[in-house]
């Protein structure tokens, strides 16, 4: 399984950019990308998923570079609620299969007004 | 159901007493994990079903921790002689088949007296 690495904490304001970047060097070649964002008190949430170059959904986009060693979660213009723990997470899907999926301890955003 | 169903949301015990933990996952999803997330930390792994079967239970720290799914629907992960040091928050994920996409649960937190 690749490891992971992200920053422990960012500090943004409100209607800034955030971009987030995780660095994994020993990704796999049937590898995805996925990340999840936890608020205080709740259960982590999917947010995106990706391979390769650029995904984007109504919550962020995931930039992934070609030789896929490391990606960037971006959050457009983020708010106060988009304080959370996000986690990113390497590992293959298997049709019919298992993924052990492994949590890091994440990046802790704080969004300030 | 429409989500994933954990109960007891809180349960408070003495240590040496016997806990179990019930999860009910989204219907049709196959896959279910079991992750134990300490304050301010990621979830940490315990163990996987497919199905009914239980392919993966590297994660559960010592032999009081149990768990199974014997219809491939609802689980219960049992702490048997609870320690204090089993104080935490358990939650239950389940997905479709050949998805990184984990549907959380809200959790059950433990305290042991």
């Known amino acids: 399984l690749a490891k992971t690495t992200q920053p422990i904490s960012m500090d943004s304001y409100e209607g800034q950019e955030v971009n987030i970047t995780c660095s994994h060097n020993n990704i796999a070649t049937n590898d995805y990308i996925t990340w999840y964002q936890q608020f205080p008190s709740q259960g982590p949430r999917f947010i995106i998923q990706?391979?390769?170059t650029k995904v984007t959904n109504e919550v962020a986009s995931l930039f992934i570079p070609a030789d896929r060693k490391s990606s960037t979660l971006s959050l457009p213009r983020v708010s106060l609620s988009d304080t959370a723990v996000y986690y990113c997470?390497?590992?293959?899907?298997?049709?019919?299969?298992?993924?052990?999926?492994?949590f890091g301890a994440g990046t802790r955003l704080a969004v300030h007004p | 159901g429409a989500g994933v169903s954990q109960s007891p949301r809180y349960k408070v015990t003495k240590r040496g007493q016997d806990v179990a933990l019930r999860c009910d996952p989204i219907s049709g999803h196959v896959s279910l994990y079991w992750y134990r997330q300490a304050l301010g930390q990621g979830p940490e792994f315990l163990t996987y079903f497919n199905y009914e079967a239980q392919q993966d239970k590297s994660g559960l720290p010592n032999d009081r921790f149990s768990a199974e799914r014997p219809e491939g629907s609802i689980s219960t992960l049992t702490i048997q002689r609870t320690e204090q040091r089993d104080s935490a928050m358990y939650r239950c994920a389940s997905s479709s088949s050949g998805a990184n996409v984990l549907t959380f649960g809200a959790g059950s937190r433990l305290t042991v007296l």
């Open positions: 997470l390497v590992a293959a899907p298997l049709s019919g299969g298992y993924n052990k999926l492994i």
């Open positions: 990706g391979y390769k």
